[in-house]
């Protein structure tokens, strides 16, 4: 294998589809929000497949807040501080469900809202 064929591996196929930001962090919240839902729901239920989902939700709420919390962010003062408590609501609730305190719905109903926002808005005409 040359490293032509190498970055194609790493790096998929040239051409393929450009996505805006908001497309990005939709497919994140999404992918992971799926991840959730199907350890929830597994029969029988699955812990450990639960907690890996939940902390890379964490990290992506990790790098929202540190996004949100960068002065030079453009988004309007309010809803980056919106942004930023979802953070640390999505922490606590964390911890709450890995203590096996709490349920993840709230988690997924916050996501699921996020994903609402970033959906591309289509005109009606």
């Not at 497309?23 to 497949?49: G, L, M, V, W, Y």
């Not at 907690?51 to 030079?72: F, I, K």
């Not at 719905?105 to 609402?116: L, Q, Y």
């Amino acid at each position: 294998m040359n490293a032509h064929d190498l970055a194609l591996k790493a790096y998929g196929a040239p051409g393929g589809p450009i996505r805006s930001a908001r497309d990005t962090e939709h497919a994140a919240f999404s992918k992971i929000t799926q991840r959730i839902c199907k350890a929830r729901d597994a029969n029988p239920f699955n812990f450990a497949e639960l907690a890996e989902a939940l902390y890379d939700n964490q990290r992506l709420w990790t790098l929202v807040a540190m996004d949100v919390a960068d002065e030079g962010n453009g988004l309007s003062a309010e809803l980056r501080g919106r942004l930023f408590y979802l953070a640390q609501f999505s922490t606590n609730q964390t911890k709450l469900v890995l203590g096996q305190k709490g349920s993840v719905d709230s988690i997924i109903e916050v996501n699921t809202a996020i994903m609402r926002g970033l959906r591309p808005i289509r005109d009606a005409a």
